[in-house]
């Protein structure tokens, strides 16, 4: 990047980290760090702050990989919580400005390496695909992005899908080669090695030529639409659409394994009814929001005759925006359906009215002075190291930890705020008008302390956030117990025990009504 564009003062700390980490001086990073929140706080132009963000998300990386057998658990864990803030902090200015290529590939990139180290792979892939967006032969976004992909048709179920997810990840691969000058040395011998193991399964010619698919049933052009558009943002809970999103992936095909059941269960379908109420909670919060921003030329004709006084802050109400709340507020109830499918199947022996996805991580339920009121067997941090997609689900809910200083999610106090006012207060939506927004920040010059304003074009960030997130923790759900039931069967399988299938029937489409 040309240092011109960027604070000599950035300059001098960015360089200050890179000796440190070409040193592997833990005590020197450790001592930028406090220099380079210093600076934060200090004037900068929008270009060196996102440079600065970078540098600190970085170098939080480096300090793990220095000190990864000097490091206590609790340690490696905040410094990744710190590289995904100052990573994400750099992606918000980079969607907000003009920021130089430059800087926006390696923040991409670097943020999908550390979605994908966490086993969120659906979010890094969407990083990588926007560093591909902007250098389309970039080596390490096109080589990551194989890895990930290969990595991720790992914990499918469905073998149809590892076929295609394989065929994907080989030609990211591949084309990683093609950029000899951003190719590191390491990366060319760990891509080449993923190369190898996909070469041995498959043939030349299949690996050599592009896909074909079948078309989807013709639809109607509504139908279409809204389709189109949830696999343009990657929202099908289908593997299929982090890679693709022509018709073949337009349809939410992911549900629970195969599973190991008692016979004489009479419950042994329980889990599959919950997934079906998970899903579909999501499918329905997806077409709600995909209705609230949909065009229109005039008002629902349910908000007309409804008497409403202007309060001169230009707050908006109508039906389409309260579809975007009720889509905030489902989709936030799937966070403690997840959790509750998890106390359930993993026997971790949480009361009924005490499990959420804070509760789930713990061995006791406490009183606010610390007190314990019971405790219960919590299997589950055992588990989490050997199970990639549980490991998945405990980074999502990071995200969704209200009030903690280390979240990785530097969203989290906006969305905190929303859920508050929803739920105990109220929100006030505000409107564009012409170039200028009336943001959330001029609430002061307003008569009404009772609420909590922000613009319609944030509450829509905000939400499609959401449903990215909770389309992420339902496919880690799925692939969490696709890897249980794995090791049940193999243990089975060493015991010589016969396992008669359970068999799942669809429900009937002309039953949905």
Same mark, same amino acid.
């Given at each position: 990047?040309?240092?011109?564009?960027?604070?000599?003062?950035?300059?001098?700390?960015?360089?200050?980290?890179?000796?440190?980490?070409?040193?592997?001086?833990?005590?020197?990073?450790?001592?930028?760090?406090?220099?380079?929140?210093?600076?934060?706080?200090?004037?900068?132009?929008?270009?060196?702050?996102?440079?600065?963000?970078?540098?600190?998300?970085?170098?939080?990386?480096?300090?793990?990989?220095i000190?990864? =057998?000097?490091?206590?658990?609790?340690?490696?864990?905040?410094?990744?919580?710190?590289?995904?803030?100052?990573?994400?902090?750099?992606?918000?200015?980079?969607?907000?400005?003009?920021?130089?290529?430059?800087?926006?590939?390696?923040?991409y990139? &670097?943020?999908?390496?550390?979605?994908?180290?966490?086993?969120?792979?659906?979010?890094?892939?969407?990083?990588?695909?926007?560093?591909?967006?902007?250098?389309?032969?970039?080596?390490?976004?096109?080589?990551?992005?194989?890895?990930?992909?290969?990595?991720?048709?790992?914990?499918?179920?469905?073998?149809?899908?590892?076929?295609?997810?394989?065929?994907?990840?080989?030609?990211?691969?591949?084309?990683?080669?093609?950029?000899?000058?951003?190719?590191?040395?390491?990366?060319?011998?760990?891509?080449?090695?993923?190369?190898?193991?996909?070469?041995?399964?498959?043939t030349?010619?299949f690996?050599?030529?592009?896909?074909?698919?079948?078309?989807?049933?013709?639809?109607?052009?509504?139908?279409?639409?809204?389709?189109?558009?949830?696999?343009?943002?990657?929202?099908?809970? =289908?593997?299929?659409?982090?890679?693709?999103?022509?018709?073949?992936?337009?349809?939410?095909?992911?549900?629970?394994?195969?599973m190991?059941?008692?016979?004489?269960?009479?419950?042994?379908?329980?889990?599959?009814?919950?997934?079906?109420? #998970?899903?579909?909670?999501? #499918?329905?919060?997806?077409?709600?929001?995909?209705?609230?921003?949909?065009?229109?030329?005039?008002?629902?004709f349910?908000?007309?005759?409804?008497?409403?006084?202007?309060?001169?802050?230009?707050?908006?109400?109508?039906?389409? &925006?309260?579809?975007?709340?009720?889509?905030?507020?489902?989709?936030?109830?799937?966070?403690?359906?997840?959790?509750?499918?998890? =106390?359930?199947?993993?026997? #971790?022996?949480?009361?009924?009215?005490?499990?959420?996805?804070?509760?789930?991580?713990?061995?006791?339920?406490?009183?606010?002075?610390g007190?314990?009121?019971?405790?219960?067997?919590?299997?589950i941090?055992?588990?989490? =190291?050997? &199970?990639?997609?549980?490991?998945?689900?405990?980074?999502?809910?990071?995200?969704?930890?209200?009030?903690?200083?280390?979240?990785?999610?530097?969203?989290?106090?906006? #969305?905190?705020?929303?859920?508050?006012?929803?739920?105990?207060?109220?929100?006030?939506?505000?409107?564009?008008?012409?170039?200028?927004?009336?943001?959330?920040?001029?609430?002061?010059?307003?008569?009404?302390?009772?609420?909590?304003?922000?613009?319609?074009?944030?509450l829509?960030?905000?939400v499609?956030?959401?449903?990215?997130?909770?389309?992420?923790?339902?496919? &880690?759900?799925?692939?969490?117990?696709?890897?249980?039931?794995?090791?049940?069967?193999?243990?089975?399988?060493?015991?010589?025990?016969?396992?008669?299938?359970?068999?799942?029937?669809?429900?009937?489409?002309?039953?949905?009504?």
């Amino acid at each position: 990047m040309d240092k011109l564009f960027i604070d000599k003062r950035v300059q001098k700390i960015c360089k200050e980290f890179d000796d440190a980490f070409e040193q592997k001086n833990l005590i020197r990073i450790k001592k930028n760090f406090k220099s380079a929140l210093g600076l934060l706080n200090s004037e900068l132009d929008e270009i060196s702050k996102c440079n600065l963000y970078y540098s600190i998300g970085t170098a939080h990386g480096d300090y793990i990989q220095i000190g990864i =057998n000097r490091l206590s658990d609790k340690e490696i864990e905040y410094n990744l919580e710190q590289s995904f803030f100052y990573l994400r902090k750099a992606v918000d200015l980079i969607e907000e400005n003009d920021i130089p290529r430059e800087i926006s590939l390696k923040v991409y990139t &670097n943020l999908g390496n550390l979605f994908d180290e966490v086993n969120r792979r659906n979010e890094g892939i969407e990083c990588y695909k926007k560093a591909l967006e902007i250098y389309p032969n970039f080596a390490m976004a096109n080589g990551n992005l194989g890895m990930a992909i290969f990595l991720y048709s790992r914990i499918i179920y469905d073998n149809s899908h590892q076929v295609i997810l394989d065929h994907e990840a080989y030609k990211y691969l591949k084309k990683s080669f093609q950029d000899k000058r951003n190719l590191f040395d390491y990366a060319e011998k760990d891509f080449n090695n993923y190369c190898s193991q996909i070469e041995r399964v498959y043939t030349k010619e299949f690996l050599d030529n592009s896909l074909t698919f079948d078309d989807f049933p013709i639809l109607d052009e509504e139908e279409r639409k809204y389709r189109q558009w949830c696999a343009q943002n990657s929202l099908f809970l =289908n593997p299929l659409n982090d890679i693709l999103d022509n018709n073949v992936v337009w349809r939410d095909i992911m549900h629970l394994p195969n599973m190991i059941m008692n016979v004489k269960d009479e419950q042994k379908m329980r889990f599959f009814g919950l997934m079906n109420e #998970i899903k579909q909670e999501y #499918i329905s919060s997806r077409y709600l929001f995909y209705e609230s921003i949909q065009p229109r030329e005039t008002e629902h004709f349910s908000d007309r005759e409804n008497h409403l006084v202007d309060s001169f802050d230009f707050a908006t109400y109508s039906i389409y &925006n309260y579809k975007m709340r009720m889509t905030f507020r489902s989709l936030y109830s799937i966070l403690d359906k997840v959790a509750f499918f998890l =106390n359930e199947y993993f026997e #971790i022996g949480i009361k009924e009215y005490d499990v959420n996805y804070k509760s789930i991580w713990y061995i006791a339920k406490k009183k606010a002075n610390g007190k314990i009121i019971y405790k219960y067997n919590n299997p589950i941090k055992e588990k989490i =190291n050997n &199970n990639w997609g549980l490991y998945g689900i405990y980074w999502i809910y990071k995200d969704f930890i209200e009030g903690k200083k280390t979240s990785p999610n530097p969203k989290i106090t906006e #969305i905190s705020k929303i859920r508050n006012s929803l739920e105990h207060k109220y929100l006030k939506t505000i409107l564009t008008i012409g170039e200028v927004k009336i943001l959330k920040e001029k609430q002061k010059s307003f008569d009404d302390k009772l609420a909590y304003y922000i613009s319609t074009e944030e509450l829509y960030d905000i939400v499609l956030f959401l449903l990215k997130n909770i389309r992420s923790l339902i496919i &880690n759900l799925i692939c969490c117990i696709n890897i249980e039931e794995r090791k049940k069967c193999e243990e089975a399988n060493k015991e010589h025990k016969f396992i008669p299938p359970l068999n799942t029937y669809p429900i009937d489409e002309g039953l949905k009504f």
